[in-house]
Nanobody, 110 residues
Framework: QVQLVESGGGLVQPGGSLRLSCAASRSIFNVYYSWYRQAPGKEREFVGGITSGGSTNYADSVKGRFTISRDNAKNSIFLQMSSLKPDDTAVYYC?????WGQGTQVTVSS
């Protein structure tokens, strides 16, 4: 099974930006990857996804603020987050190839 490792989380002020990375242990070619998040006391929710060809789709709550990209040569998927809000505070997970990463904490607070 593929191993996924997220990184890049942290504490950021409202309006700030963060870039999350997800490194896969094997080729991500031809695999749809997605990002999810889970806030305290809430269910895990879909953030967005990217096809092997680079087409993306996003949840309405992040559309226009978040951008997903991928580097197939480096087996990596990225989540660029801008104009962050306190409501974006959550653990962010990468998902693909039937595997979940361990998650990375994003906290948006002044």
């Amino acid at each position: 099974q593929v191993q996924l490792v997220e990184s890049g989380g942290g504490l950021v002020q409202p309006g700030g930006s963060l870039r999350l990375s997800c490194a896969a242990s094997r080729s991500i070619f031809n695999v749809y990857y997605s990002w999810y998040r889970q806030a305290p006391g809430k269910e895990r929710e879909f953030v967005g996804g990217i096809t092997s060809g680079g087409s993306t789709n996003y949840a309405d709550s992040v559309k226009g603020r978040f951008t997903i990209s991928r580097d197939n040569a480096k087996n990596s998927i990225f989540l660029q987050m801008s104009s962050l809000k306190p409501d974006d505070t959550a653990v962010y997970y990468c998902y693909g190839d039937d595997a979940w990463g361990q998650g990375t904490q994003v906290t948006v607070s002044s």
